[in-house]
């Protein structure tokens, strides 16, 4: 199975990456090189969109926490949402839904985001 | 219905889409629960991956063989090459249970957390590993 990968943009310099099929061995390196490309030091927000994907390796996990990383390392946030439950399952078992931003859906990331937003408006 | 189905495949990391189609088929013959197949396909996939890898010299071409086998209460797997001896259940890279999951690791703990039983022998030259699940019958059958 092979893994489309689109990129969007998100208010206030977000970006959104939607992931669809299968995130593996063979998969990985595609998700890396988007990244690599797309998510620069200007990206405040970057939004791993997991809807579409069916199935998820370590070899994919390492991609995840390597751009994890990368949004922290630079003052940014990673936001991780609409995972199924067998991604979820992947996550628990290496002990690693702790230290993720992850929300159900979409209503729960715009609520996250909304709140976000108005602490920068009111200058927080 | 055979309750016993092999592939051989080439020690190459892409050769884990072949692997991961076979056990598709696999799954339909063996009526297993869409669950088990989840959890099955991502253990032949890190373990594949892991021989692939730590197995073999660089540039060598060799040949893993995977048996998936059904029996009435459980399914195994069992991956077989003639590599130098490799434990699939080993990180060559050195695991480390941090909070940076990329040090590696994460692979052997998908293996052991999504299957109930995992033997590794060295018979001659031959690393023989086998991992398996316990069936239950599914209530979501594999469509």
Do not use: W
Request: net charge negative; with cysteine.
């Amino acid at each position: 199975m092979s893994l489309e990968i689109v990129i969007t943009p998100e208010a206030n310099n977000g970006k959104r990456i939607l992931i669809e099929g299968s995130l593996d061995s063979n998969t990985s390196s595609n998700l890396q090189q988007s990244i690599d490309a797309n998510i620069n030091n200007s990206v405040k927000t970057t939004i791993l969109d997991f809807e579409k994907l069916e199935f998820l390796s370590s070899a994919g996990l390492r991609v995840i926490f390597k751009v994890k990383k990368r949004m922290e390392n630079n003052g940014g946030k990673f936001l991780m949402v609409n995972l199924q439950p067998q991604i979820i399952k992947v996550f628990e078992i290496i002990k690693a839904i702790d230290s993720m931003s992850i929300f159900k859906d979409q209503a729960e990331l715009d609520a996250y985001l909304k709140v976000i937003q108005d602490k920068v408006i009111d200058g927080e | 219905m055979q309750n016993k189905q092999t592939i051989s495949l080439q020690n190459k990391i892409s050769n884990s889409v072949k692997l991961s189609e076979f056990f598709a088929e696999c799954a339909k013959e063996y009526e297993i629960s869409t669950d088990i197949y989840n959890d099955l396909r991502l253990v032949i996939e890190e373990t594949f991956v892991n021989i692939a890898s730590y197995a073999f010299a660089q540039e060598d071409s060799h040949t893993v063989t995977v048996e998936a086998k059904r029996t009435p209460d459980k399914i195994s797997i069992t991956f077989t090459d003639d590599g130098i001896a490799f434990n699939p259940l080993t990180d060559p890279t050195g695991f480390k249970d941090t909070d940076d999951h990329c040090e590696g690791g994460m692979g052997i703990r998908i293996i052991t957390s999504l299957t109930d039983y995992q033997e590794y022998n060295r018979i001659g030259k031959t690393n023989v590993f086998t991992v398996t699940k316990y069936y239950t019958k599914p209530d979501n059958t594999l469509k």
